[in-house]
C-alpha cells in the first residue's frame, strides 16, 4: 500500500497569496489577501512556538 503524502504549494496571483494543499485527489485551496496571509503568519508562528515548548515540558 502506498501512503498519500500531503502536498502544500504556495503561490502569488496577481492580488492574492495562493494556497494549495494537496491529499491524494483531494485538493484544498484557499486565496488570501496581504493581511489575512500576514495574519496566518503570525498564527503558524505563535503556533509552532508553542509546540516546541510543549515538546520540552515533561510531565512526569
Known sequence: MVKDERTIYVD?????????????????????????????????DETLEDYEQRKNVRID
Open 12 to 44: 502569488i496571483e496577481r492580488n492574492r497569496i495562493r494556497l494549495v494543499i494537496s491529499h491524494g485527489e483531494d485538493e484544498q485551496i484557499t486565496k488570501l489577501n496581504l493581511h489575512e496571509a500576514r495574519d496566518l503568519l503570525g498564527k503558524l
